[in-house]
């Protein structure tokens, strides 16, 4: 079972062909991102039953980094080493477990209806062998940034210092994707202790120095992807616990060239998703999506799989694009028909005929199985209150999750400048006392803050003293009044420049 961090995102709703595809590491990893079984599809519905779908906002005990779904349950983590989860289609949250000024939990993921594990800040990994009721803590020694485990003993997991989601991410062909650095490790009593892959340390793989993906797929099969910047992403692979690893080269010759960003464990296989460039013979090639299979991480077997494009994708399926979401294991496509008003983020999750998407706060909505891909809409009609994706960008240091997304005024404004905002960190990294400087009169300003507000920071080490001093954040903003060009409409945020 496989996690992947939620802010590597593709741009889903570019052309493939010009492959804008834009990807964030998360929650996390936006986020990615997790193996969990594959959701259970309801009924095909006809067209016209899909016109009324909508998303209700709802609401957690502690902020939400990330979500997962096993069966019909949803299960959350985030702040205040909270997890929580619904089965009523994310409707109502029962709380399984917190502690006040804990933790952030950027990562959740299930192997089966009674073994999960949620991990994040500071070195936390809790597991659970009995369905979420109970949770057992275990010390990574620093942030995981990402995880797979193949039971509730077997694992592997990428540790390391930087696993803010809101860095800044690098152009990898034609992938807005930030490979990770940290040190891939190995657990075999359930994460009580990782030990050290000495084989990196070679010639072979010291190149590849950054980590792309992990997944275990049994007690003896663990595969990473690693990365040699903007030269190559290889797969790294054992077949017998870590005790040899073999370098296995993606697809690269005349014609074409793989770029797999994604690993899942589904059905007793490796999954990978990402992109091809093909026919380069051809001056340059063109760009289409990669979907392969593998039983070993050493031979890949290529779906015939029939679309066109798709973008972050976590263990359910990919995001085609504004709701739509498409499933590729097993022989044929599987689609969902989602909510279309720009709700959905790539932190997301179906359980049973429900989906729910996390960006700076949880909504859920119906998800209708169909034989075909809702269209996309370029263009949305103007409407007050309506929602954009949330983006986390570099806007503070030591900042966990610093989402924001596209402000809609109504009556629309034409402005730019820079607006700064002020604020403290309470013990947990929530942000206090927050105030801004700069908006234009009218609404602009408190929109602002209410995104700041759900702002998250990494907590101060154990022992560590808080200080009150305030933060001084500085954010360009630029709004253009455009309501027929869903593109350029509204008012957009951006990290400033300090001084």
């Known amino acids: 079972m496989t996690l992947h961090l939620h802010p590597l995102k ?22 990615t991102s997790i193996a969990a079984p594959t959701p259970q599809a309801p009924q095909a519905s006809s067209s016209a039953a899909t016109t009324a779908l909508a998303w209700t906002e709802v609401s957690t005990p502690f902020p939400a980094a990330d979500i997962t779904a096993v069966g019909n349950v949803f299960w959350v983590c985030g702040a205040d080493e909270m997890i929580a989860s619904s089965s ?9 477990h917190q502690s006040p000024n804990g933790k952030i939990l950027t990562h959740i ?39 797979s485990f193949a039971d509730a003993k077997n694992g592997i997991s990428l540790i ?13 062909h034609g992938y807005q994707r930030s490979p990770m650095g940290g040190a891939v490790k190995l657990t075999h009593d359930g994460g009580e202790h990782w030990d050290d892959i000495p084989a990196l340390n070679s010639e072979e793989f010291k190149p590849f120095t950054r980590v792309v993906a992990v997944a275990a797929l049994d007690h003896s099969h663990y595969l990473m992807i690693r990365n040699e910047g903007l030269i190559e992403d290889v797969f790294v692979v054992t077949q017998d ?108 999750a179906i359980a049973g005929d429900r989906v729910c998407t996390i960006d700076t706060m949880i909504e859920c909505g119906p998800a209708v199985h169909a034989d075909q891909p809702q269209p996309r809409h370029y263009n949305l009609p103007r409407a007050a209150g309506q929602p954009y994706k949330v983006v986390n960008l570099p806007f503070a240091k030591d900042c966990v999750t610093c989402g924001v997304k596209v402000i809609r005024l109504d009556p629309g404004k034409n402005w730019q400048g820079r607006v700064v905002v002020s ?27 209410d995104q700041v507000q759900r702002w998250r920071f990494r907590p101060p080490a154990a022992g560590a003293s808080v200080t009150a ?31």
């Open 423 to 449: 604020f403290e960190l309470a013990p947990e990294g929530a942000v206090t006392n927050l105030y801004e400087d700069g908006a234009p009169d009218g609404p602009l300003g408190a929109l602002i803050e």
């Open 10 to 31: 593709f741009r889903p709703e570019l052309p493939a062909a010009i492959l804008a595809i834009s990807l964030l590491c998360a929650c996390a990893a936006k986020k």
């Open 88 to 96: 009523d289609g994310g409707n109502t949250w029962q709380l399984k």
């Open 469 to 499: 001093e305030p933060r001084h954040v500085p954010i360009d903003v630029k709004c253009v009044d455009a309501p027929d060009v869903l593109t350029m409409d509204g008012c957009r945020l951006a990290p400033g420049k300090q001084s």
């Open 241 to 348: 616990a870590g005790k040899s690893w073999k370098l296995v080269h993606q697809r690269n010759d005349a014609t074409n060239r793989e770029f797999a960003k994604y690993i899942f464990v589904h059905s007793g296989e490796y999954w990978g998703f990402g992109m091809e460039m093909i026919n380069r013979q051809l001056g340059g090639g063109s760009g289409v999506p990669l979907a392969i299979h593998s039983k070993d991480g050493e031979t890949w077997v290529r779906t015939n799989n029939k679309v066109e494009q798709f973008g972050g994708c976590n263990a359910e399926g990919c995001h085609m694009w504004d709701g739509a979401v498409v499933s590729l294991f097993g022989a044929r496509e599987q689609y969902w028909t989602l909510p279309q008003d720009g709700s959905l983020s790539d932190t997301w």
């Open 109 to 147: 993921a299930f192997v089966d209806d009674k073994i999960g594990h949620a991990a994040g800040k500071g070195g936390l990994l809790l597991s659970t062998n009995d369905g979420g009721r109970t949770w057992k803590a275990h010390d990574a020694g620093d942030d995981v940034l990402a995880f």
């Open 160 to 172: 390391g210092p930087e696993g803010d989601v809101n860095r800044s991410s690098v152009n990898v």
